[in-house]
């Protein structure tokens, strides 16, 4: 079956990285985007980026466009977001999920379990 | 950025009710939305895509429609299992954008 598992819980200090991984099985990886998504406790869901490995576009949310880079390694169906600089209001849980399409971010589906990233001095 | 809206935030309804869910966005998506079901401590998972189409295996009492701005969730018959939080999301540009969800409790 299609399936999309991610790293596990990072704990980070601010002003440090976290890089988390993805890894797909059950489809084509390079036929379809990579979404990453976070949720803040408590609160709703906000649309970081997308990457496509067909041609290794991206498509970067601008609010997050100097501290992220999303990639892929088409090798193990594997696509990564590391998000630099981290602040307290990173504190989030981090999905990354299959986007429909290679051209442009469209909707989402399946989903990873999540990762929760805490930053926290 | 496209904003997006929904109402009610939070509702209460008993097994058997019909159950409709409006999305609003902030200017014209044609029909680029998409709605989402998540319960607590899980990953959400797509229900309708291009505001009307059911995702495989994805309940029939669920049904989405609209076009442009206005759009609409229908649970045509509430389950129990359908307690969660709902979310639409347009799909037609970037920044893909998210409503800040509708809370479904079953009394």
């Known amino acids: 079956q299609i399936q999309l598992v991610q790293s596990g819980a990072e704990v980070k200090k601010p002003g440090a990285s976290v890089k988390v991984s993805c890894k797909a099985s059950?489809?084509?990886?390079?036929?379809?985007?990579i979404s990453w998504v976070r949720q803040a406790p408590g609160q709703g869901l906000e649309w970081m980026g997308w990457i496509t490995s067909y041609n290794g576009d991206t498509n970067y949310a601008q609010k997050f466009q100097d501290r992220v880079t999303m990639t892929t390694d088409t090798s193990t169906s594997t696509a990564y977001m590391e998000l630099r600089s981290l602040r307290s209001d990173d504190t989030a849980v981090y999905y990354c999920?299959?986007?429909?399409?290679?051209?442009?971010?469209?909707?989402?589906?399946?989903w990873g379990q999540g990762t929760l990233v805490i930053v926290s001095s | 950025d496209i904003q997006m809206t929904q109402s009610p935030s939070s509702l209460s309804a008993s097994v058997g009710d019909r159950v409709t869910i409006t999305c609003r966005a902030s200017?014209?998506?044609?029909?680029?939305l998409n709605w989402y079901q998540q319960k607590p401590g899980k990953a959400p998972n797509l229900l309708i895509y291009?505001?009307?189409s059911l995702e495989s295996g994805v309940p029939s009492r669920f049904s989405g429609s609209g076009s442009g701005t206005d759009f609409t969730l229908t649970i045509s018959s509430l389950q129990f299992e359908d307690f969660g939080t709902y979310y639409c999301q347009q799909g037609y540009s970037t920044p893909l954008t998210f409503g800040p969800g509708t809370k479904v409790d079953i009394k």
């Open positions: 291009a505001a009307s």
């Open positions: 200017q014209n998506i044609k029909m680029y």
């Open positions: 059950g489809y084509t990886f390079s036929n379809y985007g």
């Open positions: 999920a299959r986007d429909i399409s290679v051209a442009a971010p469209n909707w989402f589906d399946p």
